[in-house]
């Protein structure tokens, strides 16, 4: 998947900011290499103001490629506030 595109889940939450820190939270615990759920390809994780985003780092791509230039796919988790309430989304 792309960072760019379709939503591809939603979720209601109490308040977008403690979810926005929630959400960096889990992505480091769920990168940090003693704990990848049996993944096999390398991710990266970048804190953002409105959560984080997860790419995917294939084997083998050099590591001075920067995540910005990783375009292989990966998800994006916006916590924001609406006039309909406060929502966590990933695209």
Same mark, same amino acid.
Request: charge should be negative; proline fraction near 8%; glycine fraction near 8%.
């Given at each position: 998947?792309?960072?760019?595109?379709?939503?591809?889940?939603?979720?209601?939450?109490?308040?977008? @900011?403690?979810?926005?820190?929630?959400?960096?939270?889990? *992505?480091?615990?769920?990168? !940090? $290499?003693?704990?990848?759920?049996? =993944?096999? @390809?390398? =991710?990266?994780?970048?804190?953002?103001?409105?959560?984080?985003?997860?790419?995917?780092?294939?084997? $083998?791509?050099?590591?001075?490629? =920067? =995540?910005?230039?990783?375009?292989?796919?990966?998800?994006?988790?916006? *916590?924001?506030?609406? !006039?309909? $309430?406060?929502?966590?989304? *990933?695209?």
């Amino acid at each position: 998947l792309p960072c760019v595109g379709p939503e591809v889940w939603r979720q209601a939450v109490p308040d977008a @900011t403690q979810a926005a820190l929630f959400v960096q939270q889990w *992505a480091s615990t769920f990168i !940090d $290499g003693s704990f990848r759920f049996g =993944m096999k @390809t390398p =991710m990266e994780q970048k804190p953002t103001a409105a959560g984080c985003e997860l790419r995917f780092r294939p084997v $083998g791509t050099p590591s001075a490629k =920067m =995540m910005d230039e990783l375009d292989e796919g990966g998800l994006e988790f916006i *916590a924001e506030k609406t !006039d309909e $309430g406060c929502r966590l989304r *990933a695209r």
